[in-house]
């Protein structure tokens, strides 16, 4: 803001009036480029993209949340005071296998948990209500006779539920856990790329923001929404994703345990990637 104040002789309420009119206009033209998919065969095709890049089938997203730095609030006190020392808002969000976000939630108190913001989310309360056009569980292969639900994937911060899986948590882990683990990551490093992208393209986020709160989220949502516009034509470039600057990552264990429809879900998929169909290199990756 201080460098436009300097540079277009423009007083900073005129700058950040401004500002805040071209955000509201982008989010309000361009917030579709930002959504989850409207039918169950959409959803398929999401997870298509994940079983083709990433190996992982039955994938509808990647999810995971990152702190965005602030300049301290104006009397906030501790709230956006997070667990790494400094003030922040918290963008979570859900991407595809094309590195696209299909949810983003921005706003929530640095302090808080990322298992916490995201049971927070219209999209866990959907997820919750069955409401997000999951398709049914159904085989994966011919030869399997077990029925796989479709799934979200995220780290350890996120609680294990039937539709969602995290990794096995702990140091002294079987190597079927690691191949788990392993495959997992495959799928959830595809968040932490979009994450990349958007730092990348959008430079304002290798510093803190010097903005009120309200204003700080209107640009998040509008990096976002454009991160997708651009993108569609633009293309991809893995250079992009190499460095995610300005953003810190939230995880916070959590230590929820799955409830055994949970637990099983993901001993399946495990079962699946050591026994049916295993990547020639996944025993070389995890040791």
């Not at 191949?179 to 990349?196: M, P």
């Amino acid at each position: 803001m201080r460098e436009l104040h300097y540079n277009y002789r423009l007083g900073q309420t005129t700058l950040s009036t401004i500002i805040r009119e071209v955000c509201a206009v982008i989010w309000d033209k361009l917030q579709t480029c930002v959504s989850l998919p409207a039918s169950a065969s959409d959803s398929i095709k999401t997870a298509d993209g994940f079983e083709k890049h990433a190996n992982f089938p039955h994938c509808l997203g990647s999810i995971d949340g990152k702190h965005i730095r602030l300049i301290q609030p104006a009397d906030s006190g501790s709230l956006y005071y997070n667990y790494k020392h400094f003030f922040s808002i918290v963008l979570l969000a859900v991407c595809d296998a094309n590195y696209n976000f299909m949810y983003i939630d921005v706003g929530a108190y640095g302090k808080s948990s990322d298992s916490a913001i995201f049971q927070e989310t219209d999209f866990y309360k959907k997820l919750m209500s069955n409401t997000l056009n999951i398709p049914e569980p159904l085989q994966i292969s011919e030869n399997s006779t077990t029925l796989f639900p479709y799934v979200f994937v995220g780290d350890e911060a996120f609680g294990l539920s039937t539709n969602v899986m995290r990794p096995f948590g702990g140091n002294n882990l079987s190597v079927d856990k690691k191949i788990f683990n392993y495959r997992l990551s495959r799928a959830r490093r595809y968040i932490e790329c979009t994450f990349g992208i958007l730092t990348n393209k959008w430079r304002i986020f290798h510093r803190s923001l010097n903005v009120h709160t309200e204003l700080a989220k209107s640009i998040v949502r509008t990096c976002c929404v454009l991160h997708n516009f651009v993108r569609a034509r633009d293309g991809y470039s893995y250079d992009d994703t190499l460095t995610v600057t300005g953003f810190e990552t939230i995880t916070q264990r959590s230590f929820t345990r799955g409830g055994r429809a949970a637990t099983t879900t993901r001993d399946n998929f495990m079962n699946y990637f050591v026994n049916e169909n295993p990547l020639s290199w996944q025993n070389n990756c995890i040791n």
